[in-house]
T-cell receptor
Framework: GAGVSQSPSNKVTEKGKDVELRCDPI?????LYWYRQSLGQGLEFLIY????????KSGLPSDRFSAERTGGSVSTLTIQRTQQEDSAVYLC??????????????FGPGTRLTVL | EDKVVQSPLSLVVHEGDTVTLNCSYE??????LLWYKQEKKAPTFLFML????IEKKSGRLSSILDKKELFSILNITATQTGDSAVYLC????????????FGQGTILTVHP
């Protein structure tokens, strides 16, 4: 079956512009996650959606970052007034989200964002 | 604050060598530890460990968790050039059920 997909694969924007990044999770997965990976760094948690529960936004670095998940499936991460330090690879993951300790996250290929 | 530290940060070996990658962690309410392999963009899942002392094995790769000493190791035997990648360790715990806290990764380079 299809894995997690993300679009676009690459995005170049100018400082101050808004960008939207899209994630399509694995069909049937109820949990969806966004992470950010800056050059040479590990992954940094941003936000987590589980079913209809309120999302865990504890990792969002500023109020310029927001995310939504429509219909419990596709998610969009929006960055407003982009800054050069926002340049990174943005990775989306999904998991079955069945509340088990063994719940495993599967990652998409990411969107490489470059802010000039 | 939850913390995951991997060592070494980078490692260069020749084909056929055996390598051991280390991951230590500090996290409240530990649930599981995961290893991922990242070659280009998408990290691919290798192992999940929840119980101490039980080895997970897949081909030439194996991993074990020590919950008392708060660390895990990933072993790769008879390395091949295709094993060259960044190996990421992540821990699930803390106050957020779903969030993974990642280490900075170990860059493994295997020369022919």
């Amino acid at each position: 079956g299809a894995g997690v997909s993300q679009s676009p694969s690459n995005k170049v924007t100018e400082k101050g512009k808004d960008v939207e990044l899209r994630c399509d999770p694995i069909s049937g997965h109820t949990a969806l996650y966004w992470y950010r990976q800056s050059l040479g760094q590990g992954l940094e948690f941003l936000i987590y959606f589980q079913g209809n529960s309120a999302p865990d936004k504890s990792g969002l670095p500023s109020d310029r970052f927001s995310a939504e998940r429509t219909g419990g499936s596709v998610s969009t991460l929006t960055i407003q007034r982009t800054q050069q330090e926002d340049s990174a690879v943005y990775l989306c993951a999904s998991s079955p989200g069945q509340g088990k300790i063994t719940d495993t996250q599967y990652f998409g290929p990411g969107t490489r964002l470059t802010v000039l | 604050e939850d913390k995951v530290v991997q060592s070494p940060l980078s490692l260069v070996v020749h084909e056929g060598d055996t390598v051991t990658l280390n991951c230590s962690y500090e996290v409240t309410n530990f649930r599981s530890l995961l290893w991922y392999k990242q070659e280009k963009k998408a990290p691919t899942f290798l192992f999940m460990l929840t119980s101490s002392g039980i080895e997970k094995k897949s081909g030439r790769l194996s991993s074990i968790l020590d919950k008392k000493e708060l660390f895990s190791i990933l072993n790769i035997t008879a390395t091949q050039t295709g094993d060259s990648a960044v190996y990421l360790c992540a821990v699930r715990g803390g106050t957020s059920y779903g969030k993974l806290t990642f280490g900075q990764g170990t860059i493994l380079t295997v020369h022919p």
